[in-house]
Each structure stands twice: as C-alpha cells, then as structure tokens.
C-alpha cells in the first residue's frame, strides 16, 4: 500500500488542480496495479497537515501572495511541516525517506523557507500554455524522463522565483531543473520553472497536474472565457484553447511528469512493486 498526502492549498477556491492530482494518482495506480490510499489536507483555511505516516506528498498551488502572512499563521505551520519531512529525512535510521512534490505556489513557499532563489511580484500575470526549457540537470531528472526539450506547460502566476546567483543555490544543494521561455528582448530573469531542492524534494513552478480535456471545457465555460478575453485578450483564449488540444503539448506532459514522479518512488522504497 503507497500512502499518499495531498496538501490543498487552494484556500476553498473553485480550481481543477486537486482534481487532476486525483485523477493521476488514480490513473497511474490502477494502470500498474499498485494499491494506492490517500488523504487531503486543507491547509489553509483548517490549518491542517498530514503527519509523517505517509511516502509521498503532493502539495498543491493555490491563490495569493507567497510573501504574506496570514492570520492564522498556516504558513508558519506549513514551514514546520517542511522542516519536520527534512529532519526525518536526515536521520539516517530512516531508510525509506519521504518524497515531496511542490506545485505553483507551494514551489514559491517552499522556495522561501529554503531560502532558494528570490520571490518577486510579476509586472504581468503569466497565464496560458507556455514551453519551458530543460536544464543539464533536468535532462537527467527521472520526473522528465521522456520531455522534450523545450516542452509545453500551464502557467499561472502573479509572483515568480528567480535567481541572480545560481552557485549560492547549487550550494544549497538544490538545482534548477528548467527555466522560463527565452524572452531576447526583454531584459528580464527568466523565472525557475522546476528546483530539484534536495533528493527527497522536488517542485515546479508551473502546473504539472493541469489536464488538457478539462481545462479546455473549463475555458470553454462562458463565464471563464469572458473573464480571459477581459484579462488577456481573445487571441489568448484561442491559443490557449488550441495548445491545449495538442496531444504534444500539455497532454504529454500531464502523461509524464507526476506519473514519473510516482514511479521513481516505488521503484527506489519498494523495487518488487515496480517491476
């Protein structure tokens, strides 16, 4: 039986994201026939975290500010929660380590409490279907096995995490796994769309979880394309609506990345699983 913690930071906002965290996890154990169990826990509003029963935990994105703090100080418990997986992990009588997967802003509050690269608010929201590029360490990352390079994700965003000094983040023991699109003309740091913090904690910036049928009806929503075509104009909500359809495109990577996360799992805690 593989535990999984699903960590709902979406504070009770309407969001796909925890749908399709359940959705892969459900797929991807039936499709290797591994028994699965998972709980959630809502964070935010119920201030609630899972203990360290679990092997793996997937915390989600959610709205807001990475930098603020609240009034019932989740974060400060969730930043505990991150140095309580750490220190389990460093025990060496611990053989069968936690693995912890970060999505959006999880990503940018992990990456705060680490002290990894610096948060900033956008000019401009980032919202749509963007490619991403692979680093020399990401192309060695299990998670991207299979990606191309560049390859297609959904992002949304109003913060970003950059970095003007990638040796002090290296020194850290993290590396950067991709990066935002290469933008010439603008000068601009790209943002880091995917840290491998450590060997039991890995996080992207962007939606990994993001699944192409769904979002497209839900972008299809009359209200919903009323509100992009607002914000960010009608040709937006077209190619968005069209990449979505690529099965090249956010199709593929929904189909890699938490799947290959999860097998890398039970291929290093329980090898007879995997085969």
Known sequence: MLKIAILDLNEGKPNQGMR??????SEWSEFHSIDTEWNEFEVRLENSLPDLGYDI???????????EVSENGWEENYFRWIDSVLQYNANPE???KKQVFFICHSFQ???????????SERRKTSFGVYPVHVTLAGQHEPAFRGLGDPFYVVDSRDYQVTTTNVDKLLEKGSTILCIEKYRQHVKLPQALMAI???ECMIGTQFHPEADAVGMSMYLQRE???KTVIENHGEEKWRSMIEQLN???????TY???????????VKHQKPEMAA
């Open 20 to 25: 399709c965290i359940r959705q892969i996890i």
């Open 94 to 96: 611990n053989g069968r």
């Open 223 to 225: 209200d919903k394309k």
């Open 109 to 119: 509050l992990a990456c705060r409490h680490l002290k990894v690269g610096e948060i």
């Open 196 to 198: 491998r913090f450590n």
């Open 255 to 265: 189909a890699h990345i938490l799947p290959n996360f999860l097998a890398e799992v």
């Open 246 to 252: 690529d099965p090249d495109k956010i199709m593929w």
């Open 57 to 67: 935990y997937i915390s989600s994105g959610g709205p807001g500010s990475p930098l």
